[in-house]
């Protein structure tokens, strides 16, 4: 009966954290990527994005994979240092 | 949710895929179909004459044409005729496509033909699902990444994967489905993986702005970073602003000859390979620019936007076409598989094919999420009863309405009037109409019937095209595409009526489904 009538909230949390937070990773991610590859910045864009969607299915799957509801949400924890990893210059000179 | 992994990606691909798979079937169906647009296209109209004309005649019926019509505009487009769509367009003015004239390639005279929705519309409809263009990307984007979600799960809870692979069990009702839908999905699992990974890359900037947001700033100092921007670039293919901003400032250039077409195009095609057509910025004036365009397909790489830019006047060589840098070639080769420009006909049958098995791979598991839960029917409650009923219903409009929305929409090409006003519109509502009282159908009809009178419908519709024509057309099946295409459609009508016919037989032999009252008296 478990996948016919689920309990809604556990299921509609894991399914933002799925599209919601696992897009903000990928996003993140992808950023991260960019600015840390030894790559022209042109080249960088290409290969840092190509691999997003097959991140984004990861992360969607990690959603509903993992075992506790906390956990679901990792992604979007780990968004947060790769998003500035990415954004550094960026920030810096919105700061400065 | 405490589960084994197993479990929580059996639900996931089980309730993703029915969530997804109405909208992945209606992506996938029209995807498949416009595999064939222009050809679809010409069918469509059936006014334009099947004749092999040559380029450079069709280019001087074009310049003569636009020499008398508009004399003193900006700019000339001209869309020769190629071996996929024997039309020669003109237009003259800004817009590159639309609002131009077909012109009968081998007399220059303007054709009249009906105005239609075309194979565009399969096109379209495939990553915008007819919805305000941005919305709709998104929206197939998101439906895409579902499918990427149900393919990968789909593996996971697939544990028997190679064994299964050889399996098949008919006329077993659930588990043929199920060897049905696994059967499908992993002999063509390289080409569902690629087709939907290859068709989110063909936006992929806009769907994963991140490393563009983060190196760029936005996208169009990208775009200025990637093309450089040499100066007579920008004069020749750049932004209107430009072109306009120079217009005003400057006076009118005197008038000038054009240059010979003839050597210029060889040397066009000779660089791009077989030419789509060309535009002529400022004809007959000193600062004439031509820029010619290849067709798609010359490569795999998908090439749009790709041109050669020549000097209007002396007809020397502006800018040579443009070839990627490799990072951006993946994106474009990636691009180009999917939308299957390259390899010419057996290459298109050979997606076509895969495209029609990938859609019947997400109509088995859409009906094996029906046919499962059908055997719990008794012991539901009256709450869940509704809502299976509901996603039987949605079931069957989203895969056999579909099929039938899209038959619809040849048929009210050949149906409605002629000089109506807004006709290609019409068509669209037809085809939007004959998927509407589908569903009023599917949600109207037991189950069973529904299917079997829903397939049956489209498989007649399907099978009398030819007729249809017949009936329609001064002179019917004179065209070999003609003969393809309503051929292609008797063949796929035929797939229908077995289709329809097995329904109709396992409808006969099974016991009733229980109804509504049935179940009232059991739960009493």
């Given at each position: ?24 990773f990928?996003y ?58 990415g ?7 919105r700061?400065? | ?67 008398a019509?508009?004399?003193?505009a ?27 004239e ?20 399969f ?18 984007g998101?439906?895409?990444m579902a ?43 390289p080409f ?16 994963m ?24 670039q920008?004069?020749?293919r ?18 000038a ?37 290849p ?6 790489e998908l ?11 002396n ?82 409009a989203?895969?056999a ?12 090409n ?8 807004q ?17 009023l ?15 049956g419908?489209?498989a ?34 035929m ?30």
């Open positions: 009966m478990a996948i016919i009538a689920p309990a809604w909230w556990p299921v509609v949390c894991r399914i933002l954290a799925a599209i919601v937070g696992g897009y903000a990928t993140a991610c992808t950023a991260a990527l960019a600015r840390v590859l030894p790559l022209p910045a042109a080249d960088a864009v290409w290969v840092a994005s190509l691999p997003a969607f097959a991140l984004y299915t990861l992360a969607m799957l990690w959603a509903f994979a993992a075992r506790s509801l906390w956990r679901a949400w990792w992604g979007v924890a780990l968004a947060l240092p790769l998003g500035l990893l954004f550094w210059p960026l920030l810096m000179e700061l400065a | 949710m405490k589960q084994t992994l197993t479990q929580s990606m059996a639900w996931l691909h089980t309730w993703g895929g029915l969530v997804f798979g109405w909208l992945l079937f209606a992506i996938f169906l029209t995807g498949t179909l416009a595999v064939f647009d222009k050809e679809l296209d010409l069918w469509m109209r059936p006014e334009v004459p099947a004749q092999k004309v040559e380029q450079s005649q069709a280019l001087q019926r074009a310049l003569e044409y636009l020499q019509k508009h004399p003193q900006e700019r000339w487009n001209i869309s020769l005729p190629s071996e996929r769509s024997p039309t020669l367009g003109v237009s003259a003015g800004n817009q590159r496509r639309g609002g131009g077909l012109l009968n390639p081998q007399t220059g005279e303007p054709l009249a033909v009906r105005e239609t929705a075309g194979g565009g519309f096109f379209r409809f495939h990553f915008t699902l007819n919805m305000p263009r941005t919305l709709g990307i998104w929206l197939v998101l439906a895409a499918m990427l979600v149900a393919l990968v799960s789909g593996i996971v809870i697939h544990k028997k994967i190679f064994k299964e692979f050889f399996t098949f069990r008919p006329g077993k009702g659930q588990r043929s489905w199920l060897d049905g839908h696994n059967a499908s999905a992993v002999l063509l699992l569902h993986l690629m087709i939907t990974y290859t068709g989110l890359v063909i936006f992929l900037l806009i769907y702005p991140a490393a563009v947001d983060a190196l760029y700033g936005d996208r169009e100092a990208f775009g200025r970073a990637l093309r450089g921007a040499p100066v007579e920008q004069a020749g750049g932004g209107e602003q430009g072109a306009r901003h120079e217009r005003a400032e400057r006076p009118r250039a005197a008038p000859p054009l240059a010979a077409l003839g050597p210029l195009l060889a040397e066009a095609e000779q660089q791009m390979g077989p030419l789509a057509g060309l535009s002529i910025d400022h004809p007959g004036r000193s600062d004439a620019r031509i820029e010619v365009r067709i798609l397909g010359n490569r795999i090439t749009k936007g790709r041109s050669m830019l020549f000097d209007g006047v007809g020397a060589v502006l800018r040579a076409p443009a070839e990627s840098r490799p990072s951006q070639l993946t994106q474009r080769v990636m691009a180009g598989l999917h939308f299957a420009q390259f390899g010419g006909y057996p290459m298109r049958w050979l997606y076509f094919l895969c495209g029609l098995v990938s859609s019947a791979m997400i109509a088995s598991g859409l009906v094996l999420f029906c046919v499962k839960r059908r055997r719990k029917y008794a012991s539901e409650a009256p709450a869940a009863r509704r809502v299976s009923h509901l996603i039987e219903a949605l079931n069957l989203a895969v309405g579909l099929s039938l929305a899209c038959i619809g929409l040849l048929w009210a050949r149906l409605l009037p002629v000089e109506l006003a006709r290609a519109a019409w068509e669209v509502n037809a085809f939007f109409a004959v998927w509407l009282l589908s569903l159908h599917a949600l109207w009809r037991p189950t069973l019937r529904g299917w079997g009178e829903q397939l419908l489209s007649l519709l399907c099978m009398a095209l030819p007729l249809l024509s017949l009936l329609t057309l001064p002179e019917p099946w004179a065209q070999p595409l003609h003969q393809a295409l309503e051929l292609t459609s008797l063949a796929l009508g797939a229908l009526a077995g289709l329809a016919w097995r329904v109709y037989r396992r409808q006969e032999a099974a016991p009733p489904l229980p109804r509504r009252g049935a179940v009232m008296q059991e739960a009493l």
